[in-house]
T-cell receptor, first 112, second 112 residues
Framework: DAKTTQPPSMDCAEGRAANLPCNHS???????VYWYRQIHSQGPQYIIH???NNETNEMASLIITEDRKSSTLILPHATLRDTAVYYC?????????????FGQGTRLTINP | EAGVTQSPTHLIKTRGQQATLRCSPI?????VYWYQQALGLGLQFLLW???????NRGNFPPRFSGRQFPNYSSELNVNALELEDSALYLC???????????FGPGTRLTVL
């Protein structure tokens, strides 16, 4: 699985958009970008995933650059409950490679 | 729809004992994954079960084992417990393929 690089920490004001970057310069053509978050002492929560097109769901938007070497997770209107560690994971989606490899993630703090 | 459930929530054992952790996946999910998250460390992949069989295993000693039952629920067994086995053990389930893994709340194992 491709290695990802994320900033260790970020701050964002409540109500503003939180933009979390992720570099995955060695991503392969068949690898997807997944985002999870983990609120303190809870299990990780799936947020969104994508291959090459931008994706949006009720939680967030995922913007993937055209060369697919980086992506940005956007929380459009951050709330205090969005404070968590956010993990960017790149992996293939084949039956033989199902494990998730978590890095250190970005600790996002939403400030009132 | 019920999410992934795990039991017990907390488990305290002494060194050398055995621990059994249980996981019930989301209805319809056939794959179950186990991860270990030691204090201050990231999530480490332990085991993946699909359709009752072990499909992949992380870099853990053989005293970490498990099984998946016909109803797709799963057990994780840890034999000859060591102090460093103290961690949050997370179970996740998914449909094999593209979609994300959905995590349970975890079992916090403390080895004294």
């Amino acid at each position: 699985d491709a290695k990802t690089t994320q900033p260790p920490s970020m701050d964002c004001a409540e109500g503003r958009a939180a933009n979390l970057p992720c570099n995955h310069s060695t991503i392969s053509g068949n690898e997807y970008v997944y985002w999870y978050r983990q609120i303190h002492s809870q299990g990780p929560q799936y947020i969104i995933h994508g291959l090459k097109n931008n994706e949006t769901n009720e939680m967030a938007s995922l913007i993937i650059t055209e060369d697919r070497k980086s992506s940005t997770l956007i929380l459009p209107h951050a709330t205090l409950r969005d404070t968590a560690v956010y993990y960017c994971i790149v992996r293939v989606a084949t039956k033989g490679a199902q494990k998730l490899v978590f890095g250190q993630g970005t600790r996002l703090t939403i400030n009132p | 729809e019920a999410g992934v459930t795990q039991s017990p929530t907390h488990l305290i054992k002494t060194r050398g004992q055995q621990a059994t952790l249980r996981c019930s996946p989301i209805s319809g999910h056939t794959s179950v994954y186990w991860y270990q998250q030691a204090l201050g460390l990231g999530l480490q992949f332990l085991l993946w079960y699909d359709e009752g069989e072990e499909r992949n295993r992380g870099n853990f000693p053989p005293r970490f084992s498990g099984r998946q039952f016909p109803n797709y629920s799963s057990e994780l067994n840890v034999n000859a417990l060591e102090l460093e086995d103290s961690a949050l053990y997370l179970c996740a389930s998914s449909l094999v393929g593209l979609w994300g893994q959905f995590f349970g709340p975890g079992t916090r194992l403390t080895v004294l």
